[in-house]
């Protein structure tokens, strides 16, 4: 067996294949289930999942949302609401990115890592 190099694959890519191996009967249907269960179960203990975090980061050549890791595993990420329509702020680097009531709208709450009032 060759050493893969770089990092694991992504919990999707684990999860598809381990489907796929059932599918095809390589794999127990109970046996799928159970790795899958132990992959997302691993993830969620390796990283900080109760952080619902949204951040936004502007660079000079634009802005990126990052979504919370709770919803690469969980499969969210797709549904996520999280977007940006307001104008360029004229600041650099990550805020976060909260869903404000009032506004109707995602605003910034504040630089990353600034402690919160």
Request: charged letters at 30%.
């Amino acid at each position: 067996m060759t050493r893969r190099e770089g990092p694991p694959p992504p919990f999707a890519v684990i999860r598809d294949a381990v489907e796929r191996a059932q599918a095809a009967g390589v794999v127990p249907a109970s046996t799928a289930a159970r790795v899958v269960a132990a992959l997302r179960a691993a993830g969620y203990e390796i990283v900080d999942v109760s952080d619902e975090t949204h951040q936004i980061e502007f660079r000079d050549d634009g802005w990126t949302i990052i979504h919370p890791i709770k919803e690469r595993l969980d499969g969210s990420l797709f549904d996520c609401r999280a977007r940006w329509n307001a104008a360029e702020p004229g600041v650099r680097g990550r805020r976060e990115l909260r869903y404000s009531e009032a506004l109707g709208d995602w605003a910034i709450v504040g630089r990353v890592g600034e402690a919160k009032s």
